[in-house]
């Protein structure tokens, strides 16, 4: 079964990794590179186990643009959105045997390097991915 495991960050994460002054703890250049290390290293783990199918990270919200309609006609509107905190930071894809595993996976994120205390705003989302509209079951 495959399983997306989805990461959140918010523009402020982004600013603080950048060296930006967010009132939060800053992001040193060694702080950044240790979250690299541990992302690259967590990565070649599920390569070698033959459990990662994808894996991406995502630009800023700063550069995301939502496209919505309001009375049948499109529009668009860029970002980071004053509404949303936390938005898709990154996503795996994994394969694996079940829910519990692509959890165990998940979790292992919270051992990522962060500084202050990770624990008050890292979280992640697994989901099953579906193959087919008859795999929703409705």
Known sequence: MKYMILSYGSQQDYDAMAGKDTGRPGWSGEA?????????????????SGELVETRGLAAPVHTRRVGSRGGEAFVTDGPYAETQEVLAGYWIVECDSFDRATELAARLGQCPYPGDPADTMYADIRPIVDSSADLGF
């Open 32 to 48: 950044v590179a240790a979250m690299h290390q541990f992302m690259e290293a967590f990565n070649k783990e599920l390569e070698e």
